[in-house]
């Protein structure tokens, strides 16, 4: 898949950049043509030399090299390539990108570039879970920037463990080979819910839940990186969907219904929405006020569609149709209870029990529900749920 395709890999400065002498030599063992660019920081941790008896290029280190940028090396660069692999991605160079900043060789070609982006971030876990390096990944996310990882595991400081690990090489490969088309789900389209929805009182108030629709945005991340058409129709969640699906934006269960009918045949359907179970049957028209009798009003309620029962028993259905269920009690019970009541293949099911942190939060802890039983997995981050849950989806779609 990769045989002839050209490669710029970045390296940034971290631990991890040992990795990319790995990495490159897997990059050339499937045939890719592979420059490396290096930060200055970088070769405090491994040598251009080494770096370049591996790609058998010259390796780029300067934005003023007199040499190199005789015919703006940066733009030709930039433009040369199919890819672009930033590996490890530094907080700093996620930064730097995020904001436009363009003062190195590195950052001057990831602005400068019209081709994909793939970066494998790799710092310390509380770096990684930084509000700044949080905004910058979303913005990267909205911009299309793909991302592969981070992992989790031991750190190279002693004592730390967390989310920051960069990909292994073999993983940045795979993601690299879906970035440029050949994924194992090309060709596959796939429809994804996410978020929650919100159901009107009135014109100013609503029924919500706590869904953040992270789940679902990562999920929707995994499946497009493995080279799907990914149709993603998402509720009013709080953070930015994926660069690079088809995204479609609704309020109600209602509202969501109708979308997905509107997104099949899909050869998969991921059902990841927390959707509310009940709408207001007598939404006011106007703002309701209080009249000072100290009685609350009346709010009478009424069952909405289930779309995940519709999606697995209509037609046309979907090969593979999974569900979700958050539960706050007998988990497993609950959840193979309705998987077969829904009619789905699968079920994903999680406690979302105030005490876990897991709705509205980074990390999940998950039992996939099949026909063959149910399999529990260990907590990790939504990043990495989603990409063991799309493996498992190419496996079932081949």
């Avoid at 978020?195 to 497009?224: F, W």
Wanted: glycine letters at 10%.
């Amino acid at each position: 898949m990769l045989r002839d395709r050209r490669i710029l890999l970045i390296i940034g400065g971290g631990i991890a950049a040992y990795k990319a002498l790995d990495l490159i030599r897997r990059l050339r063992e499937r045939g890719a043509k592979v420059r490396a660019v290096m930060t200055p920081a970088a070769q405090e941790f491994v040598t251009p030399l080494s770096v370049g008896a591996l790609t058998a290029d010259h390796v780029f280190t300067g934005l003023f090299d007199r040499q190199d940028e005789q015919d703006v090396g940066h733009i030709r660069l930039s433009r040369e390539a199919d890819l672009i692999v930033v590996a490890p991605a530094t907080a700093d160079l996620m930064a730097k990108l995020a904001q436009g900043l363009a003062g190195d060789l590195a950052s001057a070609v990831l602005l400068a570039t019209d081709k994909p982006v793939l970066m494998a971030p790799a710092m310390n876990p509380r770096m990684w879970a930084h509000p700044a390096t949080r905004r910058n990944r979303a913005t990267l996310a909205g911009d299309g920037v793909l991302f592969v990882g981070p992992g989790r595991g031991e750190m190279a400081e002693a004592g730390e463990a967390g989310e920051g690990r960069m990909a292994e090489p073999l993983e940045i490969v795979a993601t690299a080979e879906a970035a440029l088309g050949g994924g194992v789900l090309a060709g596959k389209h796939v429809l994804v819910t996410s978020g929650p929805t919100h159901e009107p009182i009135d014109p100013v108030r609503y029924i919500a839940n706590r869904s953040s629709g992270a789940q679902g945005t990562a999920l929707a991340a995994a499946l497009r990186d493995l080279g799907a058409r990914v149709t993603f129709v998402t509720g009013p969640a709080t953070v930015p969907p994926p660069g690079g699906v088809a995204v479609v934006r609704v309020e109600t269960a209602a509202q969501m219904l109708a979308a997905v009918e509107a997104a099949l045949p899909a050869d998969a359907a991921v059902m990841a929405a927390a959707v509310a179970d009940w709408r207001v049957a007598n939404a006011g028209a106007q703002k309701m006020k209080k009249d000072g009798s100290g009685k609350a009003p009346a709010l009478e309620f009424a069952e909405n569609p289930d779309i995940l029962a519709r999606v697995s028993k209509g037609q046309p259905r979907p090969r593979l149709v999974v569900g979700f269920a958050a539960e706050t009690e007998t988990v497993i019970a609950h959840a193979t209870a309705k998987r077969l009541r829904k009619g789905c293949d699968w079920i994903v099911a999680n406690d979302v029990s105030p005490a876990t942190g897991i709705m509205g939060g980074a990390e999940n802890a998950v039992t996939l529900i099949t026909d063959a039983g149910a399999e529990t997995w260990e907590r990790m981050g939504k990043d990495a749920v989603a990409r063991r849950l799309a493996a498992r989806i190419a496996e079932a779609l081949a």
